[in-house]
């Protein structure tokens, strides 16, 4: 009676952790919601840098524009007559703030633009005025004759467009996947609900708790924070959940109850999952160190994504999985002196005990694919051009190539010249710099000026670039003189870029072996694991390039997609070799360092495979926004981690185990006494071969 009563209150604690846990959740997000925020002008800009100097100081002119938009008419033949230019110009006039400077007809009198001021300071109400400027210079053309409209204003809408309900579908995306992949890993109509429902709920309220995090420390954050956020929550909590489930699984093979069962599971899980979550949040934190505000956002927000995330891994998860019997594995239910994963034989051991037998040569390959894959990095270039950031060109990039025909190229965005100086002098000085095909002041009171400089570069050309830094020096001799613009913008970014690669790329490594260090209580086993998933990030980068030039056609690495890869990649990756070493650490204690990893390798090779497949497809859902950033980033991390779990992790890190036997753990004994038992041979028998129950070598095979 005792026993029953015991049970039931046992399940009654665990229901009531469960509907507390999940009803808290949903009441934070409910009553709380996410922070907003007012986005300001310097957030993309590299703090200190001279854009952002300019844009600082142009705030202060009176009723200063957040940017301009540049309506562009053609004519489909011949070319465009006064009486269409008349026309077209009081069209343009009728806008608000319009009409300072007349239509101007090109050259070859194809083509005719107007510059219309956009007033606004946020993307939101950026993109509501641009709507209105396209939908009046649209209407009621002349004969033969058509209208776009670009410039920085076009620009910055078509890119809001791209965020317009992209969270929404970037996470009804994951989660779908998500879904699909729990269900062919675990072959259960019913068990895929309780960690994806866990997942889901700790999605929601770490996007809650993440963007107050970033509100209280005044940190900026944009549209690509939260899509991100909630794709690395998915994909580190699931992945998480994945070695708790199989752990229990495993340990219901040896225990009658489940909660017996979970208990141990989560005792020596919990060492794996908090190692991977710390490191994971020590790589993520790096980001703070970016000279970019919107980088510092997404690494702040990621971190307590992951927090949360390992959070109610180990803490709703468990309560919510005692709830039910051993039925919600239904049909491949665990009983009770089935064989467990490490003595059963698996795909996975037997991939062991091949590696095992010629680890020399297993090491010798692995290294030679890798090192194959990363030829690529060779040819790889940084920084992509205005027109070649979208998957799918909007109006606006379009409009603005059409306009480069006709006027000088940078017509529709001039470098933007801020200075509290002689602004006749600035415009002088601006004007005399080769490749500089006009300048004149715009606008000036109280002692600030603002000076447009159309640049006769195209628009992410080398020869702007130059022109841009030609601009500067000029700028050099004249006090609180700074020069913004796309270009401008562009070339601080790329600089900004380089001084944070060069910074926290030795960062997370140096903290990720620390982690490493402590927890694994050796010296060579992280510095062997490190330079591992280094190797598959040159890889994966490498790869990744030949992908981009000859299938997507991209010119370009984007200038953060190699940091943001970097940090995913390195952090997330360790993670595969943390759930592998700790195992290993495990079974070593009863069997030897070199037996040891072989059943580690058979325990956790299905698991971590699903997991590496299930991370990578999350990433890879990036994809479905079009802006190309993004895509880079979702397909150099999904290579990493197919690369890190089924080449790296499955045969070069147990061949460099093998190979190193006690050194690998070296200072620390893995088994204080039994140093014998690492003479264990390659291919130990089978003590029960006949006795493996067909179902259970391939469920283990797929775990």
Known sequence: MNTVAERITRTWWAVAIVIVALAGALAVVGIVGEASR????????????????????????????????????????????????????????????????????????TAAIGIVPVAANDATRTAELVKEIRTTVKSDLPSGVSAEVTGPAAVEADLAAVFDGANIRLLLATASVVAFLLVLT?????????????????????VVLATHTLSAFSITWDESTIGILSVLVFGAGTDYALLLISRYRDELRHHSDRREAMTLALRRTAEAVLSSAVTVVLGLLTLLLSLFPATRGLGLACAV????????????????????????????????????LADGRTLWRRIGDRVAAHPA???????????????????????LKPADQFLQKPEAIVASQRLAESFPAGSADPAIIVTTSNPKAVADAASSVDGVASARIVKQSKGVAEIDAVLAGAPGSDEAMTTVRALRAAAADLPDTHVAGAEAVALDQAEASARDRMVIFPIVLGLVLVALGFLLRSVVAPIVLVTTVVATYLASVGASWWIFTKVFGFSALDDSAPLFAFVFLVALGVDYNIFLVTRAAEEGRAHGARAGMLRALAATGGVITSAGILLAAVFAVLGVLPLVVLAQIGVIICIGVLLDTMVVRTLLVPAIAIVLGDTFWWPRLVTPGRHEANQTPATPTDPHPAAVPVAASAEGSHQ
Request: without cysteine; negative net charge; hydrophobic residues 50%.
């Open 38 to 109: 007012t986005p300001t002008s310097v957030d993309s800009l590299p703090i200190g840098s001279d854009s952002a100097q300019a844009l600082e100081l142009r705030e202060s002119l009176p009723q200063a524009e957040g940017s301009t938009a540049v309506a562009l008419f053609t004519k489909d033949a011949g070319t465009l007559s006064k009486e269409d230019v008349d026309a077209l110009s009081e069209r343009v006039a009728s806008l608000p703030g319009a009409g300072r400077i007349p239509v101007q007809r090109s050259d070859d009198g």
């Open 186 to 206: 675990y072959r259960s109509p019913i068990l895929w609900i309780i960690p994806l429902t866990v997942v889901g709920v700790a999605d929601r309220l770490a």
């Open 361 to 383: 040569r297993v090491i010798v390959g692995t290294l030679v694919l890798l090192t194959a894959m990363s030829a690529g990095l060779a040819a790889v270039t940084t920084g």
């Open 305 to 340: 994504g992951v927090v949360v995330a390992a959070t109610f891994v180990l803490i709703v998860l468990p309560a919510a999985l005692v709830i039910f019997d051993r039925w919600i594995f239904w049909p491949r239910v665990p009983r009770e002196g089935q064989d467990s």
